[in-house]
């Protein structure tokens, strides 16, 4: 009888393990991208071309309630960034034989009406991060290719395992809420920031949005960070302006602002041109002035596009100056 019982149990057990897992399909996608770049006018940069090195693995689904549910990996080949620079979002990676790494990896919940909450186990954004440069670009924005000149960029906490929720749109208005989990790796205390985002429908071309939190990553100190910007559309130009404010104790604070323009010179090709600059509290310091112009040609399925930027002072350092450029010759199949 006892046998039986367990002969049931092991059965039972089986059942529930093949029924509770199931595999989805993903499609996968990647691109042919040849770049040339130079992010570092004073030091010798060797060979200048490199091409993209990953490919991206998507699935979805959708639940009985009507939910959905969207996951996706990248499978990088390298860990070296494409921009040549410690920091900044690189869209590909050098072919430098480095061994086959899980880069960004993120689940999606479509939750309808309610709107969607993504978990990223890595490269994910929050409130903030996303809404820190919303200025208008051809390219890259104008504190980015050169390296170095993003590092004091006011954009909250990033992190792994992280969730951010995004409201659907209600008048145009969308809002965002992003929570990144107490941890030695990334932040000393729990960390929250809140986004707005709002395209008002009587004013057809106006966009702003405002973001804020407070980063808590060294235990016992709280640094308030916030994010402004403001951009219209008229014909074929758009303009914009952006502020940022990171509110650190003592002189470590600093705030940021930002200016662009870019045209529409037909349906294929754009430029653009930017200006930001940084200014510290410290009087140790001076201001970090950037500026750079970007370009866009499409034709057919290849696209050419680059950017061209300056910066002085960087990270507050008087004569840190460097120049940079990148150019991306891109197919679509």
């Given at each position: 009888m006892n046998n039986l019982k367990k002969i049931g149990l092991t059965a039972l057990a089986g059942s529930l393990?093949?029924?509770?897992?199931?595999?989805?399909?993903?499609s996968v996608s990647g691109g042919a991208a040849l770049?040339?770049?130079?992010?570092d006018n004073t030091a010798n940069r060797g060979n200048q071309f490199y091409m993209g090195d990953s490919v991206t693995f998507k699935g979805s689904g959708e639940m009985d309630n009507g939910w959905t549910v969207a996951v996706s990996y990248e499978l990088d080949g390298g860990a070296q960034s494409a921009k040549g620079s410690t920091g900044g979002t690189a869209s590909a990676t050098k072919n430098v034989g480095g061994t086959n790494?899980?880069?960004?990896?993120?689940?999606?919940?479509?939750?309808?009406?309610?709107?969607?909450?993504?978990?990223a186990g890595h490269g994910g954004s929050t409130a903030m991060s996303a809404l820190d440069d919303k200025l208008p670009t051809a390219y890259e924005e104008s504190w980015d290719i050169v390296t170095g000149a993003d590092g004091s960029v006011v954009n909250?906490?990033?992190?792994?395992?992280?969730?951010?929720?995004?409201?659907?749109?209600v008048g145009g208005a969308t809002v965002m809420v992003s929570y990144i989990n107490a941890s030695a790796a990334v932040t000393a205390k729990s960390y929250m920031d809140f986004g707005i985002m709002l395209s008002p429908e009587m004013v057809d071309g106006l966009s702003l949005g405002y973001a804020t939190g407070d980063d808590e990553s060294t235990q016992g100190t709280v640094v308030s960070d916030d994010t402004m910007y403001v951009t219209y559309a008229i014909g074929s130009a758009t303009v914009g302006v952006q502020r940022g404010n990171s509110d650190a104790p003592g002189s470590a604070g600093t705030s940021t602002t930002g200016y662009a323009v870019s045209y529409a010179v037909s349906d294929d090709l754009s430029i653009s041109y930017g200006e930001n600059t940084v200014d510290y509290e410290s009087s140790a310091k001076v201001d970090q002035e950037a500026s750079g112009v970007s370009i866009s040609y499409t034709m057919g399925s290849m696209s050419l596009s680059g950017g061209m930027n300056k910066a002085d002072n960087i990270g507050g350092t008087a004569t840190a100056d460097k120049d940079g450029y990148e150019f991306e010759l891109a197919f679509a199949f």
């Open positions: 393990v093949a029924t509770a897992s199931f595999g989805a399909e993903l770049y040339f770049d130079q992010p790494v899980l880069d960004s990896h993120s689940m999606t919940i479509g939750m309808g009406d309610a709107g969607s909450i993504t978990f909250g906490v990033s992190g792994n395992n992280s969730f951010l929720y995004t409201s659907p749109s």
